[in-house]
Structure formats: structure tokens, C-alpha cells
């Protein structure tokens, strides 16, 4: 059975290529990769450990 709507690279929108699944090229799916290791998919919220500052790690000088 085939499918008859190819999925999109989430990042730049080509059709998804089976090789880099669910991006469309290695391109892609190393600026991905980059993007969570430099927290580019960070979320605002609250610390996990309520005794950090809010604008930790940001403005952190290495004493609690």
C-alpha cells in the first residue's frame, strides 16, 4: 500500500526523504540535531530545582 501523501522535512518543508526520515536531507537533519544540542527547542519556564535563580544558567557565577 502505497502513501498517498509524502510527510514534509519539519525544518524547511521538501518532501521527506526515506534515507533522513523525517527530514529531507542529512542538511536538515544535522541543523536538528544542532538545534537541541544549543537548546534552540529550550521552553520558558520555571527552574527544575526551585533554590536556582530564574535566570540561571545565564547570569550563574558558580555559588549557589
Not at 7 to 15: D, V, W
Not at 36 to 62: F, H, T, V
Amino acid at each position: 500500500m502505497s502513501n498517498p501523501k509524502a510527510s514534509a522535512c519539519p525544518l524547511c518543508g521538501h518532501p521527506e526523504d526515506a534515507q533522513h526520515k523525517p527530514f529531507c536531507s542529512k542538511g536538515c537533519k544535522d541543523r536538528d540535531l544542532l538545534n537541541w544540542l544549543g537548546e534552540g527547542y529550550r521552553m520558558k519556564g520555571p527552574p527544575a530545582d526551585p533554590d536556582l535563580p530564574e535566570d540561571w544558567p545565564e547570569n550563574w557565577d558558580g555559588d549557589r
